[in-house]
């Protein structure tokens, strides 16, 4: 059995067929896994200190930490796009040529709803399915936006 996978948002034309093997299943799995990861550590960088309590060497210090987080949430961050990009590249078995045109194509953000697409359709969701769930949660969003 395959699925026709959609690649109008990559800037590729006509559909792609894939078969869902359990590998492939497990590499998706995995990638979200990744990327919901990714986004709960970047939440988890805020922390309020009293700096005008703090000696000039303290403040060095804490500025410090803070660069050496921020670099380590870059590194985690580019090896996360690195691996959504070679789990698209590598599902859909692109050319160099389609593969270049993806990450010339797409944002971030556009990427990673094109992951979630692609995962769901490798799980076993229909185009239906996914559509149904997405104004599910555009519906849900509003509520929320509203109520704020």
């Given amino acids: 059995m395959t699925i026709k996978i959609n690649t109008k948002l990559l800037g590729i034309k006509g559909p792609i067929e894939i078969k869902p093997t359990v590998g492939l299943t497990e590499e998706a799995t995995n990638i979200m896994i990744e990327m919901l990861e ?15 309590n703090l000696s000039e060497e303290e403040r060095q210090k804490i500025e410090q930490d803070n660069l050496k987080k921020m670099l380590e949430e870059a590194k985690k961050s580019q090896a996360t796009l690195n691996h959504m990009l070679d789990f698209i590249g590598t599902t ?9 045109k993806v990450k010339n194509t797409i944002s971030e953000n556009e990427l990673g709803q094109y992951i979630a697409y692609l995962v769901q359709r ?4 229909s185009e239906e399915q996914i ?9 849900k969003r509003k509520e929320q936006d509203s109520k704020k």
Avoid: C, P, R, W
Avoid at 122 to 125: A, D, K
Avoid at 131 to 139: A, D, G, T
């Fill in 131 to 139: 559509k149904l769930n997405q104004e599910v949660e555009i519906k």
């Fill in 92 to 100: 859909l078995k692109l050319t160099e040529a389609q593969f270049k």
């Fill in 38 to 52: 990714s986004e709960v550590q970047s939440d988890n960088y805020s922390k309020d200190i009293d700096e005008e």
């Fill in 122 to 125: 490798i799980q076993g969701m």
